[in-house]
């Protein structure tokens, strides 16, 4: 294979979109509109973001389960103990 149908091959980029019935369609750049390619491209980005902003969260509530634990010691009534 030449090095202008290695180039091809790599530019030929694909596209994979997943239905909520599950189904997963997948189309080149050629079978797309610019309009269409924007959109997927713009998906992939959100998806990344929505990634991040789910392991942000996920540290956050960790740490606030921390903090919570140490906090509700304070507002516990004192036990009191039975002396018989």
């Known amino acids: 294979m030449s090095k202008e149908e290695k180039k091809i091959e790599e530019d030929a980029r694909t596209y994979t979109f997943k239905f909520e019935d599950g189904e997963t369609v997948s189309r080149t750049a050629e079978e797309l ?3 269409q390619i924007f959109a997927c491209e713009k998906m ?10 789910n392991v942000s969260l996920s540290e956050t509530v960790v740490l606030r389960d921390s ?4 906090a509700v010691v304070g507002f516990k009534e004192p036990e009191v103990e039975d002396k018989e």
């Open 67 to 70: 903090y919570q634990a140490v």
């Open 33 to 35: 509109t610019g309009e």
């Open 44 to 53: 992939a980005d959100l998806n990344v973001q929505i990634q991040r902003l």
